[in-house]
């Protein structure tokens, strides 16, 4: 059938169990924990007494001037992907928002989905800056971050678009972006270099806490993250790749929280994306492979010279940690590598981990 036998309405009672078994096939179980439908602002696509694909949303005050429509989960059945569906969804629900008094819409997505992007681009949506949120937001970004399951998620962007017609500030990206995060991740290393953490509050003494915390704390993020995208970027060029750095405006919280309550770094290293909107992510597969792998390996090599839980915590995120709300991380690039691959990353985290017996 033709995309325009398909209707788009609204959720009514007797499809709201269809649509729960459509969003499950869809997504991947670990993001299933965070699902959340709502009849009142849920659109749907139905052929016939079929719904095929669905648009939930989330309306609610930020503050006294931002009013959010905020787009959660978007999701095609398989076998009708590439008809439009989620095209026409979009553009029907910021007609569907403006309609019910929203001044802003806003979706997150992760840093490999060009094809969300895309969708988002051409309707004049534009990634939101953490400094640019809090400007708009102000304390209401607490409220944008649990409507959106913000708080912990890592390596998703806010896109996010003015209903009045206003453009966003831009994006930092590249240079500006790596400084700030290398200073963010400098900052939070001073809680453990002066010893401000709940462990030694209480006196309470672990084994990875040296009796000393030594300044050269403050230096080790800036050496793991620039060996880790510098690796990153050279396998990246040398597949002809156009990349731009991206810091994250998420996981900041985990970082913060892990120093303070178990006096152990958490690492937020923002990562290396294929630049632009216009490539697929199964034809690019290979070179965030190749990107990923080269960086995690550099990781385990700068680790045998200067073994620092930093180092040894980012190579357990970038090497493990693929599904939700880690998916920033390289494991979901790695994981979607082949079956050497996938072997290959898991040696190179084991014999990191096996190099702590030497020391």
């Known amino acids: ?61 930020v503050n006294a001037r931002v009013k959010m429509g905020y787009l959660g989960w978007l999701y095609t059945d398989p ?71 913000r708080f912990f998620d890592m390596g998703y962007f806010l896109w996010h678009k003015r209903l009045d017609g206003s453009r966003n500030p831009p994006f930092p990206t590249n240079m500006q972006a790596f400084l700030s995060t290398l200073f963010a991740n400098t900052l939070l290393a001073s809680l453990l270099v002066f010893n401000l953490n709940l462990p030694a509050l209480l006196k309470i003494h672990l084994p990875w806490i040296p009796a000393k915390p030594s300044f050269l704390l403050w230096a080790v993020p800036c050496i793991s993250l620039s060996v880790r995208n510098a690796a990153s970027f050279l396998a990246g060029k040398r597949m002809h790749a156009k990349l731009v750095y991206k810091g994250w405006d998420t996981a900041y919280i985990t970082g913060l929280l892990v120093p303070l309550l178990f006096a152990l770094p958490f690492p937020v290293p923002g990562n290396l994306y294929l630049a632009g909107s216009d490539w697929k992510l199964s034809e690019q597969e290979g070179v965030l492979t190749n990107m990923a792998l080269a960086s995690l390996s550099a990781l385990a090599l700068l680790f045998l010279f200067l073994p620092t839980p930093y180092t040894l915590l980012l190579i357990l995120l970038d090497g493990l940690f693929f599904f939700y709300p880690f998916c920033g991380f390289n494991a979901s690039r790695l994981r979607r590598g082949s079956r050497s691959v996938r072997l290959f990353s898991a040696l190179v985290v084991l014999a990191a981990c096996a190099s702590l017996l030497v020391y």
């Open 1 to 61: 059938m033709e995309s325009e036998e398909i209707l788009i309405t609204s959720l009514q009672s007797p499809y709201i169990e269809q649509t729960k078994t459509l969003m499950m096939r869809c997504f991947e179980q670990s993001l299933h924990s965070i699902f959340f439908l709502n009849p009142d602002t849920t659109l749907i696509a139905l052929q016939g007494e079929t719904v095929v694909a669905g648009l939930n949303m989330d309306v609610y005050q």
């Open 79 to 149: 076998a009708l992907r590439g008809r439009g569906l989620a095209g026409r969804l979009l553009s029907q629900a910021l007609t569907f928002l403006m309609q019910l008094g929203c001044t802003d819409v806003a979706a997150c997505v992760e840093g490999d989905n060009p094809a969300s992007f895309k969708q988002l681009e051409s309707r004049g949506f534009s990634p939101l800056s953490l400094s640019s949120q809090l400007l708009r937001f102000r304390f209401g970004t607490l409220h944008v971050y649990r409507h959106a399951s």
